[in-house]
């Protein structure tokens, strides 16, 4: 006598998701644990300027290509 195939699919999709789950809990507990007490300052350096930080200043932008997106695929204008 042939044994039937049992589907097992249900089974391996909800284990994947108790393990997808336990990660993200063990993520979210890592998080809560770390130390958020410290604040978020900036460093400046004088002696700086803002046009030497500028690089794009005086370059023109580029016009995005046309005709080749899902859009025109479509026949959307």
């Not at 978020?40 to 350096?45: E, K, Q, S, W």
């Not at 930080?53 to 859009?71: E, H, I």
Request: proline share 3%.
């Amino acid at each position: 006598m042939k044994r039937p195939k049992i589907d097992t699919s249900g089974t391996e999709a909800a284990q994947k998701a108790v393990a997808d789950a336990q990660a993200a809990a063990n993520n979210l507990s890592k998080n809560f644990k770390a130390d958020l007490g410290t604040e978020n300052l900036t460093n400046v350096v004088a002696g700086g300027s803002a046009d030497a930080m500028d690089a794009n200043v005086g370059t023109p932008r580029r016009r995005r290509a046309t005709g080749a997106g899902l859009s025109s695929s479509l026949g959307i204008n």
